[in-house]
């Protein structure tokens, strides 16, 4: 989980995007991103793959 916490953040960053410009993108809470950085919450396999397909990578690449 750490390591998708970290990735989620680098590819983020390397967009561009903010926690609450990637959470409306993939149709979620504008905090929803944020909280996932934070540990707060865990990402189902359909938000990780939203993620991923934003950033035009596998999601795969998010775990390591």
Do not use: M
Request: aromatic share 10%; proline share 3%; with cysteine.
């Amino acid at each position: 989980v750490a390591n998708l916490i970290r990735n989620i953040e680098k590819f983020r960053n390397r967009f561009g995007c903010n926690a609450k410009q990637l959470s409306e993108l993939i149709g979620c809470d504008p905090s929803y991103i944020s909280k996932v950085e934070k540990g707060r919450v865990t990402p189902s396999l359909d938000k990780i793959i939203a993620i991923a397909n934003y950033f035009e990578i596998e999601f795969i690449e998010l775990f390591k």
